[in-house]
């Protein structure tokens, strides 16, 4: 829906109750006369026969760039066309809105709707998006082939290229009100997606470059009726999906030919299959009284995957024949049994059925973790929430708060690493909210949680013997979480405001199936940010912002161990200790304003700087741990307008931009494919932008 002609309603809305109490709070004998038809009053004139507008006019971008240009389709230097249209008519006499929003179209990342509504009866509206979206990396690269199925390595000599993606949405959807309570909405929409991305295949160190060619269509409907009482409302409808790639396979030519040809070769490649869904849903909430009420959702979803393989795979069986079944459950009951005390109650039941038929797919079983069987991926995840809040002297409210998740979960005995099949995690929380005066307010959260589960089972390997159990993984793992939340509130002055927050959280993990503490360990986790808005004068305002976040992970690796889970510990296979951190800043100033009637001008920076650090630690004596250098990425984008009105109806407006990007990331200078292909990134980006564009308005 168009967002200017909604964000007008609303504003029309609260301006006409605004009139009406504000006609309403004097005595007949003090009641001014208000003239609300807009003749008089520019505010509901703005709002009621608002202006339409188009805009024209060129760019230029200094040079080849691939990252302030990457999602804008501004990625090589030249001139561009600037065009936007914003036409919106209501006719008074039924309420009838027509618009047509534009933005961009001169540039591939336009956008353009058109929206058709009787207010309270009917509407329909079309809507078309279109978002490119240009690989950082520049490809040194002889293959042949780029954006086909058919790939041939090292096909032609070397030569610089870059790898481009595009999505092109189209969307249409309408709603038809009957009466006050009954309405019915459709959508449709398809979003195709072409270009190539980076792809690759090998073993080891035997790795050759390719690229996965990108043609695909998703497809989705949804129909909804909406039913509103006074003490029900209720939604039902069907939501389907549809994913279609219209390559199933990548052939590939050349390459080393133990990568190409005998029973492990890697040509053709399967390319995602197409596949399907389905959903019925049923929705709402009911008051019992008016402080007693209830919100609940019911839902079916079964999702398809048929697409015929692009090889024989398991004897009689062409496809995976791939279904899920999703049945989602949830409740909520919301009461105020007294004026201070509000308590909450939540249930929701996620039960996800994989179906898939469990087949050998490997005409030759290899491997000591492989099978050749597929597995399937069931899920059951039931979660609970208790929640009270209480109003307390002196201004302050205390909320407390108890959460339950429990997942259960289907898996093979045959893995690479520890497993268990379900796990509980709890959150107890408390909050403490104060207006501390008229000015400041302040909150402060604390919540603490507490993961675990059932016993881990050992895994085996083919053939029964006893495998790896080092590692639980992440999203298994044994976990107590701490969390801290601080937010402030103040506004000294009327025009003066500041928001303060800070995070803190430090998870402490008991990862280990051994004594030597491999996998992850502990985590932490900070931030802090600073929101300040002054008001000059009713022409000028300014906002500052600054921000500073801490990622850390500490995890023990062992290079080398027993197949019954023993880590050797020796200086051949040691053992150290990978302690992974993240450190990102940022900032941002923005000033806009108008110079007497006729002229505006408007500033706005940002800057960032994010920094990757990978610190060994040897824990095996007479062991020296591999140096990793630390990854640094800083960006700065600076904007300035400026607005110039000519008269009642026309204007020039002037936008220049200044993008500088800079990193040190080594993580492509020193690798070459096995083919010879080496991927560059650049880590000097400096581009400016400059556009000179005319509006006309008119009503």
Request: proline share 4%.
């Amino acid at each position: 829906m168009n967002g200017k002609r909604n964000a007008l309603n609303i504003r029309f809305a609260l301006l006409s109750a605004g009139l009406f109490a504000a006609t309403n709070s004097v005595t007949a004998a003090e009641t001014p006369e208000v003239d609300v038809t807009g003749s008089e009053n520019p505010a509901v004139t703005a709002l009621t026969e608002p202006d339409s507008e188009i805009e024209i006019g060129l760019g230029y971008i200094s040079e080849d760039n691939f990252h302030y240009g990457q999602y804008r389709g501004l990625t090589e230097e030249g001139v561009y066309g600037l065009l936007n249209v914003d036409f919106v008519n209501r006719d008074d006499s039924n309420g009838t809105w027509l618009t047509l929003d534009g933005r961009n179209l001169g540039l591939d990342s336009r956008s353009l709707e058109f929206e058709h509504e009787r207010q309270g009866n009917w509407g329909y509206f079309l809507d078309y998006a279109q978002l490119p979206r240009a690989n950082p990396f520049t490809h040194n690269t002889g293959l042949e082939g780029i954006g086909s199925a058919d790939l041939t390595i090292s096909g032609v000599p070397l030569r610089d290229t870059q790898l481009e993606l595009e999505r092109k949405r189209l969307t249409l959807g309408g709603r038809k009100w009957f009466g006050e309570a009954f309405s019915v909405e459709l959508s449709a929409r398809d979003e195709a997606k072409e270009g190539a991305r980076m792809f690759g295949r090998g073993t080891g160190g035997a790795m050759e470059f390719l690229a996965d060619p990108i043609d695909q269509h998703i497809r989705q409907i949804e129909a909804r009726v909406n039913y509103s009482g006074q003490k029900l409302a209720l939604a039902g409808g069907y939501y389907g999906t549809d994913f279609d790639n219209n390559d199933t396979a990548l052939n590939i030519t050349g390459g080393a030919p133990e990568l190409a040809q005998g029973t492990g070769a890697f040509t053709p490649i399967a390319l995602p299959p197409d596949n399907q869904s389905q959903q019925l849903y049923l929705e709402g909430n009911y008051r019992f009284t008016p402080t007693f009420s209830s919100n609940f959702k019911a839902a079916y979803t079964e999702a398809t995957q048929d697409d015929t393989f692009i090889l024989p795979a398991a004897p009689g069986n062409t496809n995976l024949d791939g279904k899920i079944e999703t049945t989602l459950l949830q409740v909520g009951l919301t009461a105020r049994p007294l004026p201070k005390l509000t308590l909450l109650a939540n249930y929701r039941y996620d039960d996800r059925d994989d179906q898939t038929p469990v087949l050998d797919y490997f005409l030759v079983t290899t491997g000591s973790t492989t099978t050749g069987e597929n597995e399937p991926r069931s899920i059951k995840t039931e979660t609970g929430k208790l929640e009270a809040s209480y109003y307390l002297p002196a201004g302050f409210r205390i909320t407390a708060g108890f959460d339950d998740e429990r997942k259960t979960r289907n898996t093979s005995p045959v893995r690479v690493v520890s497993y268990r099949r379900e796990t509980d995690e709890q959150t107890y929380r408390v909050a403490l909210r104060r207006s501390i005066s008229e000015t400041v307010t302040g909150e402060l959260t604390y919540a603490h949680s507490d993961r675990g589960g059932s016993d881990f089972e050992t895994n085996t390997v083919v053939g029964g013997a006893l495998g790896s159990n080092l590692i639980a993984p992440i999203h298994l793992a044994d976990r107590t979480r701490d969390k801290t939340r601080l937010l402030i509130d103040w506004t000294p002055t009327e025009p003066l405001s500041f928001q303060f927050v800070a995070n803190f959280a430090d998870d402490d993990y008991d990862a280990a199936r051994t004594t030597t503490d491999i996998g992850v360990r502990t985590g932490e986790y900070e931030f802090y940010s600073v929101d300040a808005s002054y008001t000059f004068s009713d022409s000028w305002e300014a906002t500052l912002w600054l921000s500073t976040s801490s990622n850390e992970l500490d995890q023990g690796v062992c290079v080398g161990a027993s197949s019954a889970g023993v880590c050797f510990n020796t200086t051949s296979s040691p053992t150290w200790a990978a302690q992974l951190g993240n450190d990102e800043e940022s900032v941002g100033f923005s000033l806009h304003g108008k110079f007497g009637e006729k002229l505006s001008l408007g500033a706005d920076v940002q800057y960032s700087s994010m920094l990757d650090e990978f610190e060994q630690v040897a824990i095996t004596p007479n062991v020296v741990a591999p140096v990793i250098p630390d990854i640094e990425t800083r960006s700065t984008t600076a904007t300035l307008f400026g607005r110039y009105e000519l008269n009642e109806r026309s204007s020039v407006r002037v936008d220049v931009a200044y993008d500088l990007y800079r990193t040190d990331d080594w993580t492509w200078s020193t690798f070459t494919y096995r083919d010879g292909t080496h991927v560059f990134n650049d880590p000097h980006d400096d581009v400016y932008f400059v556009g000179v564009s005319y509006a006309y308005r008119w009503q």
